[in-house]
Nanobody
Framework: DVQLQASGGGLVQAGGSLRLSCAAS????????VGWFRQAPGKDREGISC????????WYDASVEGRFTMSKDIAKNAVYLEMNNLKVEDTAVYYC????????????????WGQGTQVTVSS
């Protein structure tokens, strides 16, 4: 079974940093599109960063580009999201996801989801 386990969320002050981790099992991150998504209260789940399986490129939403860095470690079969200069508006539940295609960094394009980890940024 494909499984994803996200961790690393927490409470941080604005301007601070957090590193989210996502441990994968049942598949190899090298062979799947992987992404980080977030959902704030009352809002739709949005894709914030994805790594394409087709060409290995990393895409970032404009709201996080320059502040967040996504990476994957094939040896550890894990995916990470380094978040710097966090803002109050980054507060959300963050999810890692995977898909054999994942053509777009959109929740509708991803089949496999982790359980989510809460990130809260205080002012």
């Amino acid at each position: 079974d494909v499984q994803l386990q996200a961790s690393g969320g927490g409470l941080v002050q604005a301007g601070g940093s957090l590193r989210l981790s996502c441990a994968a099992s049942g598949f190899t991150v090298a062979d799947y599109a992987v992404g980080w998504f977030r959902q704030a209260p009352g809002k739709d789940r949005e894709g914030i960063s994805c790594i394409s399986v087709a060409d290995g490129r990393t895409w970032y939403d404009a709201s996080v580009e320059g502040r967040f860095t996504m990476s994957k470690d094939i040896a550890k079969n894990a995916v990470y999201l380094e978040m710097n200069n966090l803002k109050v508006e980054d507060t959300a539940v963050y999810y890692c996801a995977a898909d054999s295609l994942g053509a777009l960094c959109s929740s509708s394009d991803y089949d496999y989801w982790g359980q989510g980890t809460q990130v809260t940024v205080s002012s």
